[in-house]
């Protein structure tokens, strides 16, 4: 349908008056050929959202929860995470048997990214993450940190709820580029055995990357553990970050513990 004809549809009056427009600048006539207005319309974007009940609201949810002292409010639970997963994205062949885990929003710039799952019953897998959006980062709490500021990065979504402007890393495939510019400081978990943390750890410290050298006066493993047995833990990583040589001095020291 040509515009004329659209608009003639659409308003009568206002038709008349763009006739007369047109007869007045001399754009009438069968050979002359009145170019269409072009028409742009942005396709409208929808912000996924989680359609489950928050992690307070089922007991088992809650009370493993709160026995870690985390907040339920923030996360959110399902009976079957697979079955969930698939509604958005088809991960799983099969939803059987149930498989309820308390689950973790990812968000970037707004929108929903992902999500991680963490079983609440006995599963060679405590944690599952699948991403909506393949190209965003696989971390958690993205759209809460303030970038002016130091950006702690730490191992799991639960231990970055502990610590003041954190994300956490959703694998050990996250990539922090998002937030380069940032003074960034990596917080890894307090396993000197542990040769996959040690490399890391090693690979920060060759880089002239901030990282936290737990004092040898700590027996716990992460963060999570270390509030549940009374410590202060912001105050411990503050004051035990470490760069280059001194990063390499203590590093050496706590491989040793």
């Given at each position: 349908m040509s515009f004329n004809n659209f608009l003639?549809?659409?308003?009568?009056?206002?038709?008349?008056?763009?006739?007369l427009e047109k007869?007045?600048?001399?754009?009438?006539?069968?050979?002359y050929v009145a170019s269409e207005p072009e028409f742009k319309f942005e396709a409208p974007?929808?912000?996924?959202?989680?359609?489950?009940?928050?992690?307070?609201?089922?007991?088992a949810a809650y009370e493993y929860l709160k026995s870690?002292?985390?907040?339920?409010n923030k996360f959110y639970y399902a009976d079957n995470f697979k079955e969930f997963c698939n509604s958005y994205k088809e991960?799983?062949?099969?939803?059987?048997?149930?498989?309820?885990?308390?689950?973790?929003p990812l968000f970037y710039n707004q929108n929903l990214i992902g999500f991680q799952g963490r079983s609440l019953v006995p599963s060679s897998v405590k944690y599952?993450?699948?991403?909506?959006?393949?190209?965003a980062p696989k971390i958690y709490g993205l759209d809460t940190i303030d970038k002016k500021l130091p950006i702690y990065v730490v191992e799991g979504p639960f231990d970055s709820t502990f610590i003041n402007n954190s994300v956490a890393l959703?694998?050990?495939?996250?990539?922090?580029?998002?937030i380069e510019g940032s003074t960034i400081v990596f917080v890894y978990d307090n396993e000197?055995?542990?040769?996959?943390?040690?490399?890391?750890?090693?690979?920060?410290?060759?880089?002239g990357e901030r990282v936290v050298i737990w004092p040898s006066g700590v027996g716990e493993k992460d963060i999570n553990d270390m509030v549940l047995a009374g410590h202060n833990v912001q105050e411990m990583i503050e004051s035990n970050t470490y760069q280059g040589l001194e990063a390499k001095l203590k590093f050496n020291l706590w491989k040793k513990i």
């Open positions: 003639k549809k659409l308003d009568g009056q206002l038709h008349k008056q763009y006739t007869f007045k600048e001399g754009h009438t006539g069968k050979n974007k929808f912000k996924q959202k989680i359609d489950l009940p928050k992690a307070l609201e089922n007991e870690r002292k985390l907040d339920p991960v799983f062949s099969s939803t059987s048997p149930k498989d309820p885990r308390v689950v973790i599952i993450t699948v991403m909506l959006d393949e190209d959703c694998g050990s495939d996250g990539d922090v580029r998002c000197p055995r542990n040769r996959e943390i040690v490399n890391r750890i090693d690979k920060c410290i060759s880089g």
